[in-house]
């Protein structure tokens, strides 16, 4: 499994917002400045992160985007299956095809089990989870990129 530029930046930006939830919109110009990542591409970024309802934007001077729920109920396999789809790296049809019984056994017991347990550390870890290390990290001097 491949994880996508998109998929990073967009993390990264869904952090931005979680950091400043309860302080009102974020403007998504400082977010880019801040990441050094283009205005333009995470302006594309967040269109699928609206369409799923994560995020909301405010029009107007005082406008930006802001997230649409408790940062605790976001989970970063949520916003890694928006942004990128299913997680799936175990399928047919993608080198994982043999008539043979060990072929067989060794998709079944060690990718789809690999799988399995990378989808349930991303269900596990929520944007409060991020905000609370990156906030350790910060008042520790730690820098770290997603």
Same mark, same amino acid.
């Given at each position: 499994?491949?994880?996508? *530029?998109? *998929?990073?930046?967009?993390?990264? +930006?869904? +952090?931005?917002?979680? +950091?400043?939830?309860?302080?009102?919109?974020?403007?998504?110009?400082?977010?880019?400045?801040?990441?050094?990542?283009?205005? #333009?591409?995470?302006? =594309?970024?967040?269109?699928?992160?609206? %369409?799923?309802?994560?995020?909301?934007? !405010?029009?107007?001077? #005082?406008?930006?985007?802001? +997230?649409?729920?408790?940062?605790?109920?976001? *989970?970063?396999?949520?916003? !890694?299956?928006?942004?990128?789809?299913?997680?799936?790296? !175990?399928?047919?049809?993608?080198?994982?095809?043999?008539?043979?019984?060990?072929?067989?056994?060794?998709?079944?017991?060690?990718?789809?089990?690999? =799988?399995?347990?990378?989808?349930?550390t991303l269900?596990?870890?929520?944007?409060?989870?991020? !905000?609370?290390?990156?906030? =350790?990290?910060?008042?520790?001097? %730690?820098?770290?990129?997603?």
């Amino acid at each position: 499994m491949k994880i996508t *530029t998109k *998929t990073r930046y967009g993390l990264r +930006l869904i +952090l931005n917002l979680a +950091l400043s939830y309860g302080r009102g919109p974020a403007l998504l110009s400082k977010i880019a400045k801040r990441e050094n990542i283009s205005q #333009k591409y995470l302006g =594309q970024i967040i269109i699928p992160l609206k %369409v799923a309802g994560v995020i909301s934007s !405010v029009r107007g001077a #005082k406008g930006g985007y802001m +997230l649409n729920n408790l940062p605790s109920k976001i *989970t970063v396999k949520d916003i !890694v299956e928006i942004l990128q789809g299913n997680l799936d790296f !175990v399928k047919e049809g993608n080198g994982f095809t043999s008539g043979s019984k060990t072929f067989f056994c060794i998709r079944h017991l060690v990718w789809k089990k690999l =799988q399995e347990n990378i989808s349930e550390t991303l269900r596990d870890i929520t944007l409060e989870d991020l !905000v609370r290390e990156y906030s =350790q990290n910060e008042k520790n001097g %730690v820098m770290y990129n997603i």
